[in-house]
């Protein structure tokens, strides 16, 4: 084989398969578009993560409500974990890159981690055409809480503006909203059990990114079940939050901040 | 002390400040404005970089300049050192933000870190009125060589079109590009002196970013050298290439590939 | 509440717990031993590790079993996924800790994750009491795996020198080596089916490991169950693979090695 | 040159060199000595430390100081940086790994850094000649603080048991303390200055490694320099301090404690 590899008679397997970009030409291709195209047709962010997440260039509706998305994320105050890691190490002097790291690494089931949730069951849900009250009386027994479902301050009656920004966007531009209405039943059906069971963000942007997968008649079903299940929301979300660790350690730096020691009196010593 | 804490008398220190963004009220503010407020008036990604970084709202041909840098940079093809770890680690069946971080943490002097210093070296060489002569020969004598300056396969007679873009782009909509054209001076002496060293991307985005700080008019001389000296359009680059990594972790998953080992025959093992 | 706390009624309820040691005295405490006392009795890496993990100082074999399994899983060569990152990390130019940090980022499921899934597995088959033949063949009807078990060059009749170093270690040392025994019987059986089903070091580790927690009578049986199935092995593996990482990024900063950039032959570029 | 390559005329150069270790054999070597040897011979952890680190089998006293070195620094308590945000990504429920490395993220110029920075100047001074006044002195007018020398709450009178255990340790086993006796003449004059300016661990430790190093006489003057100039002690520091790490998230995950967030009322929001 080797010496067939040699003659050139057989291409050497390579080590190394990737599809998503090319570097080899005169200019880098996202998805087989080159660069200067991306900056003369006046595309955005929200068209690039398009190319280099799904391979394919989605219409505008699409890559805007990407936009919004990154948008409403990128930030969450300096008292959330991932906000907190990240100050803590830029106040111990380290570089912008180990900082945004350290931050990151918190982002998981418990911090960013219910869009994926909310899309993965109330897609199943809905898919499997569960009535809102089916679907959550079958979580409350498995002993799961519905992910994109609850919040602590705001109620049926005072409602999130955000979730109410999104609706109205994908209401206007979207072909179909299915799974995001379905979502509004089930929050009918929780909200008549406790006023604090209201859509709450990640419910908005799960369930409405299953409308853009479906709507958009570019994804195959399984196509759709792959993006699901690896995850790309959670992407989104820690794409969207890089803006604000970068710019807490900025803020950190500017404020020339000394090295943070946890403080001895809020520490329970015990065995 | 304490005691007067207690009583209200005094307020305790706190142990961190923060300035960038607000979780407390109702929806969450990026440099004072409301997220919703943000969807409302149509921003882009370009703006909430804009809040939570420079902590003020700049004029739209600012923001839509960070954009382009962003999409510039979001990818580089597999081989680069930061696409190759988050190739690696997404291989070794990691989750995304163990990918995405083994890969961020590669940026640094020798990958992706050529902006801040062509912003550096730049903006010394123009305030101090140094010509093109004596900014190069200088860098010589000190054995650096000049960052955003020269390109492994672009030459004189066959420019990177990314940067004539960008600099078709500023002349448009920046009042004033007197740092960049600056570097096309500084281009002028070094293509006089060999046939590739001509102005790159790193040297476009990195002066053209002077042009904007200086430009905008809404940044005192102070906080361009705070900047500069922190480093932001690291900051730029890190956000950006964060999506092309992403898209990478995303590439492997998809294409369920096994665990990788750098093959023995690449390695000298030696003493 | 508030006022209970404020009036010195009621403590303050802190932040944060914590158990495994002590910095508020005159000298840190590991589970409540001195450091000077660490020292002066002489006590090992092992010993710490002990303290640090397991809240108690175990007997002289215990820690040098780990001390020994510290050793065998320091380093494995440059080719592996930890090393291969940690160094392309370190020819970025980068310091030792982001190196190290980006190698580390690939120890999971596929890279250094066998010794918990072989504790795990081996722990519950033993418990169940299932003979090798239910055990081997119940793992094959569920498609995994048996963890521990198979090596791509060593045979029947060609073991594993650290797994004979290991198992006489044991066999000389331990008041039990139950499990392990256990492992032998069932390499037996995998032995019959193919000549290269070994017991590998992931397998004299993780179950030697068993053996050290119940034989030691150190450990409830509710313990043993919270140290399994949070990994504690893992741990072992990621601390000794660390000194390998760390001795390689000093080993490409001493050879001033360049930026690496992975070939574009090695890449196939597709769709 | 390809086709030479090809008919094996020439070698293909490689692109990765490695000197620390080798897995192509039947077992791995660390620097030449195979892993049973290490078993066989009754080798610690500081032996393996030294043949992956320093490429050669240093004596026994100084392994065995390696190892007091690695125990002094496994754990400084859960109120520094590395231990917080070890804590912090603990509780966002994350998996080891990433719980360890977002705290060793922290360590760097102010957290964990005084050991090589002690050694680099000690060394300077001494290799220098200069007298204690003249050292001291010096680096007041740089305004730097001499690393190694101060202490929180150690005194004149009530000197740090680690530190005259290290002592101990060097003068009874190490054939020249010379660097450390150096930094206690440097201690007395600093002491003559204030009572809190007594030598600290990481200055007995950066100063003893010195002789360590030159003492042992297995280093040539210029291995010596490149040891120094490189870091190897901070490697120490993050090695010893990975023990800790791994702890704190063992007792975290032990203790199931619930996402942290940093309570509001200990942030200033401004502006
Ligand atoms: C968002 C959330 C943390 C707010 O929690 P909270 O205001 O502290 O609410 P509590 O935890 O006090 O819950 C109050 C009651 O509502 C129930 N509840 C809360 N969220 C629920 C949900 N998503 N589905 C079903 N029941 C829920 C709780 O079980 C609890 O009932 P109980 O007292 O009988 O046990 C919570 O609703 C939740 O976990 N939601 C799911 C995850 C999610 O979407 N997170 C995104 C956050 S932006
Ligand atoms: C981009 C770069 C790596 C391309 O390098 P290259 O095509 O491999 O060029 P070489 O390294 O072969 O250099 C060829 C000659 O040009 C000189 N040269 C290259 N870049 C130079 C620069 N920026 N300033 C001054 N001289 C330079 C080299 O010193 C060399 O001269 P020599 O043979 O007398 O030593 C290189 O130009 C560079 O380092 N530029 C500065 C950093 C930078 O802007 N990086 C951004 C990359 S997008
Ligand atoms: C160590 C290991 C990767 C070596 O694999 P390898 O030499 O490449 O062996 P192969 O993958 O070619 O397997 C050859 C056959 O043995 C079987 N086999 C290999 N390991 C097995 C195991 N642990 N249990 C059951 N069957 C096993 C395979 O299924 C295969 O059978 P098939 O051809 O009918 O499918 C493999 O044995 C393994 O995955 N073991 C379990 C994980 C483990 O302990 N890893 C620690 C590595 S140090
Ligand atoms: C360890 C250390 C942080 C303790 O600091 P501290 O007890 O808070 O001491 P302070 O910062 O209050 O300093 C008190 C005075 O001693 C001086 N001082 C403290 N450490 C000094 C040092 N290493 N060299 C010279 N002067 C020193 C300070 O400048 C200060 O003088 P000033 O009031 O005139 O400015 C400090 O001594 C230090 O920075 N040492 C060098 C770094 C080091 O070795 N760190 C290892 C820590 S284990």
Sequence with gaps: LNSAIKSGKVRAPTHIISTISDDRGEEPCYAGVPMSTIVEKGMGVGDV????????????????FIEICVMLCADHGPCVSGAHNT?????????????????????GPRFGGAVDDAARYFKDAYDRKLSPYEFVEGMKKKGIRVP???????????????V???????????????YME???EVETYTLSKANNLVMNVDGAIGTLFLDLLAGSGM???????????????????????SIGLIGHTFDQKRLKQPLYRHPWEDVLYTK
């Design 182 to 184: 379905y979502a509004v």
């Design 219 to 241: 994804f195959s079903k399984q196509e759709i079940d792959e993006i699901v299940s690896i995850g790309y929301l959670n992407g989104l979300f820690v794409l969207a939050r």
């Design 87 to 107: 100050i803590v190490t830029a106040r111990a002097g380290k570089d912008l890159v180990s900082s945004l790291v350290s931050g990151l690494l918190t982002i």
């Design 164 to 178: 109410e920004l999104l609706q109205l966007f994908a209401r206007t531009h979207f072909p179909s909203t299915k």
């Design 49 to 64: 993560i398009s190319l280099l997440w799904f391979k394919r260039s989605l219409p505008r509706y699409c890559t805007q």
């Design 148 to 162: 994109g479902i609850g919040h602590r301050i705001k109620r049926g009656d005072n409602r999130d503006k955000r």
